[in-house]
């Protein structure tokens, strides 16, 4: 597995390596302190797995990198690891694509699980945070453009509210379906009807909508 950490502190590059080499014994590790030695990196080998990379590092400032970065190399699978820890930052990285945000305050054992959810080709977001920002009345961000769009959200089953509830607690997949003790696969089924309903153009814009509008919020009910 072909992996690039792109952070300009090497205690949180050698800390991220230790937590992939327990996940993956054959790790090849590529390490960059700026976005300048990334982007050399992602240019020079076109099958990395996934890159970690922190919002703020020299030539990499916050979202304007991140939409850089995925300008010029959409195909590379990307976590943000950061500092931040608000609902804001984390919706602002899910509306550049991102498929993980991690805080650098998180313990191994959380890092290890959310780097094992994205390797298994589910998404991870922090749910503390999310939950925190909720019960502490902290307003959320205004969506974006594509999320003002009418959502005809009564045109969602039960069941697919559930799992938009969920979804929007940042619970992954495998734990929405053990929650609601269904398969992965159905909830999958039931993620990409939610999507079709709610004119949602792909996962990152259905976690946008889930955490902006049921994050935090219990709804969710059994049968």
Known sequence: MKVLIADDHWVVR???KQVMRRLRQTLEAYEAETFEEAATILTQHDDFDLMLVDLVMPGFEEFAG??????QFPDVPVVVVSVHEDVEHVLRSVEQGVIGYIP???GGLEIERALERVLAGE???PRRIIERSASSGEPRPAPSPPIQMERDVDALTVRERDVLSLLGRGYSIKRIAEELE??????????????KKLNLR???????YAISSFGGVATVGRG
Not at 66 to 71: F, I, M, P, V, Y
Not at 184 to 192: A, D, F, P, W
Request: charged share 20%; proline share 0%; no cysteine.
């Open 14 to 16: 050698e800390s991220l």
């Open 66 to 71: 991140l939409r850089r970065l995925r300008a």
């Open 104 to 106: 650098k305050s998180a």
């Open 123 to 125: 998404v991870s977001f």
């Open 182 to 195: 269904l398969s992965t696969q159905t909830i999958r089924v039931h993620l990409g009807n939610i999507m």
């Open 202 to 208: 792909d996962r990152s814009a259905a976690i946008h």
